[in-house]
C-alpha cells in the first residue's frame, strides 16, 4: 500500500467525522480525495464519492436516530423528492470536463458557506419552528438537491442543512441527523444513474467506505459537546476552505 492511498485511508476518516459531526461536508473531501490522494480520475471517483458518502451517511444517520436526532417524515419527503433529480443528474455528469466538474463543484461550495455565515441565528431553533411547512417548495428544493448529487457526486449535506433549517424548520442537531437520511437516499439514486458508466474499483470502495464509518462514530459523539451555532460555523468555514482548495489546484493546472 503506497503513502498516497494511507493517506486517502486517513483522510476518508475524516469524510466520516464530518458526516457525523455535522450532517454534511463529506463527499466535499471525498470528490477531491479520491482524485489527488487515491489517483482516480473524477468522473470514477464522482461514482465512488455515491457509493462512500452513501454508505457512510446511512450508518450515521442510524446512530442519531438511536439518540432521537433524525426527523423521518421530512427525510421521506425531502429524499424522496430528490431519488428523481439524483438519477437524472448522474446522467449528465459525462457530458461535462472533468476541471469544469471540479470548478462548478467549487463554486456552489462557497456560495452555500458564505450563505450559512450571513445567516442569522434567530433561524436555527423555535423561530424556525413557527415557519409553516411548504410542501411545494420542499419538494422542489429536494429535486433541486438530489440532480446536483448525481451530477457532482456530492451527498448534498451541504446544501441539505442549510435547506432542513430554513425550509423544514428543523434546529441544526436535529438537521445533521435527518440530512444523513437524506444524503443516503440521494447518494443511492445517484449511484444507480451512473452504473455501466465506467468501472469502479470495489475493493478501494470497500477500504475507504470502512474507513469512513469508523469516523462517524467520533463525529456523531462530538455532536453531544458542541453547540448549534458552533456547529453552524464550523460547517461554513470547512466548506470554504475545502473550496478554495479546489479553485487553487484547479487553476494552478490551467496557468
Known amino acids: ?30 470528490v477531491p480525495v479520491l482524485v489527488y490522494m487515491a489517483g482516480i480520475e473524477a468522473k470514477e471517483s464522482v461514482a465512488m464519492s455515491l457509493a462512500i458518502v452513501g454508505s457512510t451517511s446511512l450508518f450515521g444517520s442510524l446512530l442519531h436516530g438511536r439518540k432521537g436526532k433524525l426527523d423521518l417524515k421530512v427525510a421521506a419527503i425531502f429524499g424522496g423528492a430528490g431519488i428523481t433529480g439524483a438519477y437524472a443528474g448522474a446522467k449528465l455528469t459525462h457530458l461535462v470536463a472533468n476541471r469544469t466538474l471540479l470548478l ?7 456560495v452555500v458557506a458564505v450563505a450559512m455565515l450571513l445567516r442569522k441565528d434567530k433561524h436555527d431553533a423555535s423561530a424556525a419552528r413557527t415557519q409553516k ?13 438530489g440532480f446536483l448529487t448525481g451530477f457532482l457526486g456530492v451527498g448534498g449535506g451541504f446544501l441539505v442543512v442549510p435547506v432542513l433549517v430554513l ?10 441527523g435527518t440530512s444523513l437520511l437524506v444524503i443516503a437516499i440521494n447518494s443511492a439514486a445517484g449511484f444507480v444513474g451512473h452504473l455501466g458508466e465506467g468501472e469502479l474499483c470495489l475493493s478501494k470502495t470497500i ?20 453547540p448549534d451555532e458552533r456547529l453552524r ?4 468555514c470547512f466548506v470554504i476552505l475545502a473550496a478554495v482548495f479546489l479553485v487553487a489546484e484547479n487553476l494552478r493546472r490551467l496557468i
Open 1 to 30: 500500500m503506497d503513502l498516497h492511498t494511507v493517506v486517502a485511508l486517513i483522510l476518508s476518516g475524516a469524510i466520516g467525522i464530518s458526516l457525523g459531526l455535522l450532517g454534511g461536508g463529506g463527499s466535499i473531501l471525498a
Open 104 to 110: 462548478l463543484f467549487a463554486a456552489l461550495m462557497l
Open 133 to 145: 411547512r411548504k410542501l411545494a417548495l420542499t419538494l422542489l428544493v429536494g429535486l433541486g438537491v
Open 167 to 176: 425550509f423544514a424548520g428543523l434546529p441544526m442537531r436535529l438537521a445533521v
Open 207 to 226: 477500504a475507504f467506505t470502512v474507513a469512513a464509518v469508523a469516523g462517524t462514530f467520533v463525529g456523531e459523539h462530538f455532536t453531544r459537546r458542541v
Open 233 to 236: 460555523r464550523m460547517f461554513a
